[in-house]
Structure formats: C-alpha cells, structure tokens
C-alpha cells in the first residue's frame, strides 16, 4: 500500500531524559564519543540497524522502552551530566573568547560563511567531495575554537547521489529523498508558529520563494535554503533538489537562492533571534558570489550609498577563497543568461545590470567577453582573497594576474592559507584511545596529541595499526559483499570474498571524486607491473580503491568501469578492490586502515586535496604527487614523493609518473614496510610513522586553518568593514570619492626623471644612496599616492626579483602638478643587483598596492 499523505509523529522524551533531544539535535554528537556511547548504551543492537544516528535511535524507541530509561536512575543521570556538558561546551569562552579578552583591539561578533555544500556527517548527505568536507571541518573547528561563524547553505532534498555498479562495472546513480523532519534540522518560524519564508524575484516577474532549515553544530548555527515551498510552482519546488543537478539556469538560480538568498535568511536569523548581523562574509569558493551583490543593494536603499560607496563597504568586509585551478571547475555564466535574471523586472534595487556585468567580467587577455565569471566577480568583492596551499595561491596569482596588469605575479592580491582537518571528526576512536592511555591532558582538545606521540611505546602503535586495518578488512568485505549481490552475483558465489584482503598485508587506499586530473587509473598504466606488486608471495601488497564520477561525466564512468574490470579479475580480486559509494562514513574506516595513502593528480591541478591528511593523522603515510598540500609538508621522512614529468605530451607524462610511482613501491616503500626486527616491528616504518604524526599532526589540524583564518582574514575584514562603515559610511564615501579622482587623473601619472646621489664607481655593501623622483601628477595631489622605490636582484634582461620596497617622501612641488619625491636606498646586499621607482594610488583604506590594479612605471 502506498500513504497518500506522510506526517511525522515525534518522540516525547520523559521530562528527566529531556536533555537527549538536545544532544541528538545538535551534531557535535558526530564528533563526541561520549555522547555515541551514551546512545549506543541505550540498545547497541537499535543502535547498529539506525547507523548510529541519534535522532533515529530516538525515533525508534518505544513509549514502554523510554518508561524503562527514565526509571534507571544511573542512565538518567548520565543523561543529565551528558546534558550539563553540552551547555558547558556551548557557553565556555573558548579560544576566541579568550584572544578578545586579550587583545586591546575589537573582535567581530559573527563571520557568516558561505559554500554550496558543507559535509558534516553520513547522516545528511549534502556535499559532492573536498569542498563540502572542508566546510564542514571549518564549521566544526569554529565551533571547538569559539569563532562566532554562521554557516549559509542550501539544502538539497536527494543531495548529491548514491553510487552503485552494474555488472559491467558502470556508476548507476540513485536519489534517495532526505525527509527534513527524520535529520537533526529545525524550520525557523515565526512568532505565531508558521514557517518563515524568504522570496526572490525571478524572470519573467515571477517569484522563488524558500524556507529555512537551521543545522546545529555545536555552536555555529547553519542555516540551509530549501524551494521545496507549496507557493513555488513545480520546477522552483525542484530548483534545490540536487546537488550540482542541473546545468544553465538551475545552476544560476540555484546560487541566486545561496547567495541573495543567504543574505535575507541571514537578515531573517537576526531577527528572529536577535543574533548580530556578521561583520564578514566568506565566500567558500565562487558560488555564492551574489551575496555581495545583495548587500551592495541593501546598502543603497538603507544608508543612501551610491553603487561605488556601497562597492566599498561590501568588499571591506568580503572574504573569498578560490578552490580550484581546473577552469571546468568555476562557473561561468553567459552575459545574456545573467541579463535576464538581473535585468528588467528581476533587477536588484541599486544595482544597474550595467555595472553587475562589469563584476564578473572577464576582461583581461584571454578572456571570453560573452562571459560572466564568478570567481572574477568573487575577486572584485572582497578586498582579501586567498587560496587553500602555498603552491595553489601561486597558482592562483598566475591564474587571475590579468586582473591586475602592471604587477608583477608575487604582487597579485591573492594569498594562501593552507586547508587543515578537523580531527575530532577523522582520528579514530581506536587512536585516541591509544594516545589516552599514555598522554597526559585533553588529546581531544585543540592542540591534539600530536606533540607527545613519542610517549607512545611503537609496538602499541603497530598493534592498533593492525586493528585498524581489521576493522578496514571486514567493512570491506561487507561492502564488497553487497556490492557484488546488486552486480547480480548469487550468495553462492562470494564464498571469495572471505579472503579478499588480509590485515597482515601493506594496504594501500585511493579515494577521491573521479575528475580527469586525479587519475585514479594511472596505477593501470602497466597492468602487469601492478599485479605483480600486489600478488608478492613474500612481499604482498593490497589496494582500497573508490570514488564517485559526476552523473554527468561519462569520462570519468569509463575509468571506474576500467578499475572495476581490473578489480573483478580473479587472480587478483583479494588483493585490489574497488567499493562503491564514497563517503564520509566510508571514509571514516578507510583512512585509519590504510598504511598509505596514494594520491597522483596532474600537477598543479590539486589545489589543496585534505585526504591525505585524515590519513596522516591515522598513522598512514602518504605517497603523493608534490601537489597541493604535499608540496608544502612533504619532509623527506613522513612518507614520499612521486616525481613530476613536466614539459614532456601528457601521455608521456603519465608513463614517466606511472613508472616513478611503481619504482617507489618496489624499491622503498614495500621493503620498508616488510623490513622488520626481531620482535616483528618494522622499526624505520614505525618511525616515519612518529614523525609523521608529530610534526604533520598539528600542521593539518583544521583548528589551525580556522585560526589562520581569523587572524589573517576575518578579524582583518571586520576592521577594515567598521573603519569604511562608521560615521554613516564616511570611510566608504571617501574612498569611493578617490577612487574615482584618481583613475579619472591616472592617465596623467608618469615617472619623468630619476636621479640617484652618492653612489660610488664600486659600490659596497652597507652604502647608501639618496634617490630623487621626479613625478608629473596631473590633477592628482601628492597624497593621492605613494612612489615606491624597488631594490632586488636583477636577471639578465634586468628583471627584479627579491624585491625590497621602501617609500620616498614628497618633499617639494611645482608648477603644472609636477612633484619630487626623495628617500633612501640602503645598498643592503651584494651581487648583481637593480633598482626602480613606481607611482601608486595611496588610500588608507587600501588594503594592498595592487587592489586597484592601478600602476605607473619609468617606461
Ligand atoms: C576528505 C574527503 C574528500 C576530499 O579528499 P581529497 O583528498 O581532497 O580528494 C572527498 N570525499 C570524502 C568523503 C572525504 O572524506
């Protein structure tokens, strides 16, 4: 039979179980083994058949079963002290609090944190890979440290998708629909009880409307978007039911909903709760780029602002990071799709389609006029922007210098703040048990274990590697069970999947979304080599293999079809296996069983990659690509490095790569794994273990990306936000004023005459020499910029680098707006060295020398 309407009927705790409700509903269970514990005790057997969710082991008890709890005294006051905890957790002033109280400047008081998708837990399925997790990572960290984040998302009803194989070994993608009312969310209402609702103008006059789901965790509040409303028609109601679903205008629309949308819902948050508005906005990559266009129309209804004042303010106080150097990766919409969603009847208030254009436009060499950019339009809404790696803001700068011609690419305002992992969330239980019974002090706390991991005795060390790699060998055998049963396979014949893997074995894992450049099929280069590898009879090695391909990406089908078929050889099955469906659940036992952990994208393409470091964290050692993060902390002893074949066709570069990465696996890291002492260790092995975990350990904490992000990023932008703000916008109104008087003079700015005093025939070290700038201004008056003399190593075709900046001062003017500058030059270094003299726009409010993309040379 089939219902024809559904209604949710919720548990009703006894009064003394109250605090229950609370702890399932705020997802710091998934990261709280207490708090696990405490509903697993509850009926371990419920506990297994409702995947450890909290909310549905309550759904699943009985009025008769809670009458029992509620009168077993001992269970009612681990309740109440589980309870008590939580409060504490949710209230204590942890680190930011105590950084305000010591700091003599202001701390802002919410940082509103944008991204499309955000994975928190197996339960709430609403990310595709990396990014997701990270946003949920940083969530997390935020909330361990006491950042006032608030986190802005959609929410879609069948999330990304499931993956499952037919027999031939090709994706079959499932939706199952997420029911709201059965997950740890809660519709934000109105006084009177009816559901809030945000609304949108559209094309064609017509109107989006949403609601507002909040997610807790722990205590950053999420607030999710959801069209799924009675007063949307049927294609609206749709708009948020996949994500990254559709292409064209389900994509736009569905950022419009995150981004305008977000900020209304923001809006709403407040004045429901009273919350304070944030003082930064964070966009986590491109998609969510409309809301600076939001709050640039607020702000010219509200305060009276102009286009460009309220340009200004909103970049004072916009934070954006930039994911990917994959150009498939950042959405570009077309210039006429964006005018009829901004245009006419759908224009935002203050916000001329005109200008919008410009944002995003893509007007540097090399650019596609008929293209709107979002990650361009992210550049040019927030005044700091960075990457996620050192490598990958390098890259970064490279990628969008043209956005800033007439500076050299260090110069490219784009810096880097390096992704980290949320380790409450990826250690294993069995790991911080271990380091519990020999370290004193909170491991679970910010700083980790990770400092005092030689108080561990390594022969303890291998034996919960062995467990762990255990517990890995029976999941996947579960999985692989099940995954063969839906390819067709009859019980009777799995009786193999007894001996596929063994956890005595060197296990190698692999996983990661299926994109073209991280090549989850170059292992295959040389089919032969492999199995050869993995089928050593004294030497074995075995290989965890997994990862989903977008459902719209037949070549990344083809290469999971390729892996499966190698998988499904029976001379090989038991040592390589390819599971279905990654994802945080399955990744949760995969990094802890792995001894190492391979990841070989085509260099520079990785913009960070943070698998690696769950791993790490597990005790795996990684063997990577020198890409993303790998390129940064790989030390030589925690793991290694698979070299790159550059300026070689890419064919020939995977071969040569290919061939490197076997060369590794033959030669250094399956004898050293299998290189073991009297008492069975492998004592070089179990030392890069230590090594990797003492000093990669708190590297790769997500804690400390979240404080690199407050103190380089948020509490920076919150400043920068107050002083363009306060006095009704006067900073704002001043800075937009300049701008526009010194572009307008720009063109007049030139360097005439250069004169430099006391240098000697033979310069030495230590001298100095006085240097006078003759500079035309135009209309411009001295205190609208800054000469800057550069001192540096000079190539052969005089290019600087190492470049030393000082400042020369205005020390005299003339007629028709010619000005001198004077200053120092300390002759502070020795060789071939060069210098020159630049004109810069000067504002206080100016961020960096290259933000306005405004320069002026000698030449
Ligand atoms: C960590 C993680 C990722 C991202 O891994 P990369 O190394 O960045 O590719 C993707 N999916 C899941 C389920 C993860 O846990």
């Known amino acids: 039979m089939k219902a024809i309407r559904r209604l949710h009927v919720r548990t009703v705790l006894p009064e003394t179980l109250a605090p229950l409700h609370q702890l399932a509903l705020n997802l710091r269970w998934s990261w709280h083994p207490p708090t696990l514990d405490l509903f697993e005790s509850i009926d371990p057997q419920k506990w297994q058949l409702c995947r450890r969710e909290p909310l549905t082991m309550l759904s699943l008890l009985s009025p008769a079963e809670l009458e029992r709890l509620a009168g077993d005294a001992e269970f009612v006051q681990r309740v109440q002290e589980a309870g008590a905890g939580l409060d504490r957790y949710l209230t204590q002033d942890r680190w930011y609090q105590r950084a305000a109280q010591d700091s003599t400047e202001a701390f802002g008081s919410a940082y509103a944190y944008f991204s499309p998708e955000f994975g928190l837990t197996a339960a709430l399925p609403q990310y595709s890979g990396g990014l997701g997790i990270l946003a949920g990572d940083h969530l997390k960290s935020a909330s361990d440290l006491g950042v006032p984040i608030v986190g802005i998302g959609l929410f879609y009803k069948s999330g990304y998708f499931r993956q499952r194989l037919n027999a031939e070994g090709w994706q079959q993608e499932s939706y199952p629909v997420l029911d709201p009312d059965d997950l740890p969310l809660a519709l934000l209402r109105e006084p009177d009880g009816t559901p809030s609702v945000i609304s949108l103008a559209m094309p064609g006059g017509s109107r989006l409307d949403a609601y507002v789901w909040r997610a807790q965790v722990g205590r950053v509040p999420l607030l999710l978007l959801d069209s799924d409303v009675e007063t949307n028609d049927a294609s609206k109601r749709d708009l948020t039911d996949r994500l990254y679903g559709g292409g064209g205008d389900q994509r736009l629309q569905q950022e419009m909903l995150l981004g305008i949308g977000g900020v209304r819902a923001l809006r709403l948050w407040s004045r429901l709760t009273g919350a304070p508005e944030p003082d930064v906005y964070h966009m986590n990559e491109g998609h969510a780029g409309f809301q600076g266009l939001e709050r640039i129309s607020e702000l010219t209804q509200s305060a009276g602002l102009s286009f460009d004042e309220a340009l200004r303010t909103v970049r004072a ?82 990628m969008f210098k043209g956005l800033w011609p007439g500076f050299d690419q260090a110069e490219v305002p784009i810096g880097s703040i390096t992704n980290g992992v949320h380790a409450g969330t990826w250690v ?156 945080i659940a399955m990744a949760q036992r995969l990094y802890p069983g792995c001894d190492v952990w391979l990841n070989n994208p085509l260099r520079p393409f990785e913009a960070c990659g943070t698998s690696g470091m769950k791993a790490a964290l597990n005790g795996a050692l990684n063997l990577s690509i020198l890409d993303g993060w790998w390129d940064e902390w790989f030390d030589g002893e925690n793991g290694w490095a698979i070299p790159t074949a550059d300026g070689v066709d890419d064919d020939r570069r995977d071969e040569l790569e290919a061939s490197a990465l076997y060369d590794l696996l033959e030669n250094n890291v399956v004898p050293t794994f299998y290189d073991t002492d009297e008492a069975g260790l492998p004592t070089r092995w179990l030392e890069m273990i230590t090594h990797t975990l003492g000093t990669l350990g708190p590297k790769v904490m997500a804690d400390r990306m979240v404080q690199d992000y407050t103190q380089n990023l948020y509490l920076p932008a919150a400043r920068a936000g107050w002083a363009v703000s306060e006095n009704d916008h006067a900073g704002a109104r001043d800075l937009a004023a300049s701008v526009e008087r010194i572009r307008a003079g720009w063109p007049s700015v030139r360097v005439e005459h250069l004169d430099a005093e006391g240098v000697s025939d033979t310069p030495q070290v230590g001298e100095s020499v006085r240097v006078h700038a003759y500079v035309a201004l135009g209309d411009l008056a001295p205190q609208d910029v800054t000469v800057q003399v550069a001192f540096g190593r000079a190539s052969e075709t005089d290019e600087l680098t190492d470049v030393e900046l000082s400042v020369l001062q205005h020390v005299d003017s003339y007629d028709g707006g010619k000005h001198r500058f004077d200053g120092e030059l300390e002759l502070s270094r020795t060789g071939s060295l060069g210098w020159t003299v630049r004109v810069l726009p000067a504002h206080p409010l100016l961020a960096s020398d290259a933000e306005l993309g405004l320069v002026t040379n000698p030449f």
């Open 317 to 398: 106080s916009t934070v954006f990071t930039t994911h990917t150097p994959v150009p498939a990766g950042i959405d570009r919409f077309g210039v006429n799709q964006m005018a009829q969603h901004f245009g006419g009847s759908a224009q935002l208030p203050g916000v001329a389609l005109s200008r919008l254009l410009q944002l995003g436009a893509e007007n540097y060499e090399g650019g596609d006029a008929n293209v709107f950019n979002m990650a361009v339009m992210g550049l040019r809404l927030g005044q700091r922007a960075n990457g996620v790696s050192q490598l990958h803001g390098e890259v970064s700068r490279g």
């Open 428 to 583: 294993d239980r069995k790991v911080f048990d271990l380091a519990s019974e020999f370290i004193n002090g909170d491991v679970l706390g910010s700083g980790g274990p990770w400092g005092h991991v030689d108080e561990v005795p390594t022969d303890r060390i291998w034996a919960t590697k062995r467990e762990l790699r255990e517990q890995l060998v029976a999941e996947t055998r579960d999985r692989l069970r099940k995954s063969m049963r839906a390819r067709g396979s009859t019980s009777a014949e799995l009786g193999w999947i007894e001996d596929v893997l063994d956890p005595d074995i060197l296990t190698i894992g692999f996983a990661r979304r299926v994109p073209t450049y991280k090549r989850l099929t170059l292992m295959l280069r040389d089919p032969e080599r492999l199995a050869k590898i993995l089928l050593d009879e004294e030497r074995p090695v075995q290989l965890v293999i997994a990862g989903k391909a977008h459902p719209a990406d037949d070549t990344g089908k083809r290469l999971i079809q390729e892996m499966v078929r190698f998988t499904d050889d029976p001379k090989l099955r038991h040592r390589i296996v390819f599971l279905p469906n990654y994802d």
